[in-house]
């Protein structure tokens, strides 16, 4: 099935942020939000399955990533804020399901806080999202601290796949990897900017809204005992495990993470 397909930047606080819609204009809006790394053509196994399931698709980039620019040197979750603000007011959305990816997780909990009358839904998709708990923050901290080098050194490697992804599916495997250079901050300034930023669960709770809390079995990065003590700690979160599945398991297990998204959205509307 065809949709209409539409790309387009919208200028944000010196920056002009490149955002792409698929779907029709009366349908619901899914706004999904890649992780650090990641662009909008990251999500191209999502949208062919949301926008025939009868949603308007928005991918977007954030600042520094993808077709976005980066020229104020601006990082983190205020200009996100911000930035993706000017993206609901540009395509004209009144309501969205939010989706954050990894990095994208702190980008939609700090949205859903500043806007909740904007968000229909979170999915929290392989993130803290700033719901920090100690035992998280500590994993967090020496992971940075460890600043695995093998990303860069064999092909399709990479630490935020599970280790057996790359036999798997290689060509796969290599495509994330290719997709992982088009960002211009670094690394290290955006694990300074998430480990700073923190989002009380009461909080969240507060807003009242559908969370669904997505992890792999194998994530290294954020793992998945440790997300789900997090969640847990919300009132009534939805919490899907995938199973074989890394710190993306939207690339890597895309039917298993269409489906569990699919059911939230279907539930939330």
Known sequence: MTHPWNIATVASGGEQI????IGADDAPAVVLTHGA???HAAWFQQVPALADAGYRVVTWDSRGFGRSTYDTGVLGCDAAVADLAAVFD????ERAH???????GWWATAFALA???RVLSLTLSNTV???WTDALFQHFASFVAAAPGADGSRMGVHSALGASFVERDPARAFLYQQLNT???PPLAAIAAALGGARVEHAA??????PILVITGSDDVLFPAALVRDSASRLTDPTIVEIADAGHSPYFERPDEYNAALLQHLAGSR
């Open 129 to 131: 999202g700033g719901l």
């Open 18 to 21: 490149y955002y792409e819609v």
């Open 98 to 104: 939010v989706v954050g990816q990894s990095m994208g």
């Open 204 to 209: 969240l709770d507060a807003l009242g809204l």
């Open 182 to 184: 088009f960002h211009t």
């Open 115 to 117: 806007q909740p009358n």
């Open 37 to 39: 790394g990641g662009s």
């Open 90 to 93: 540009a395509v004209g959305l």
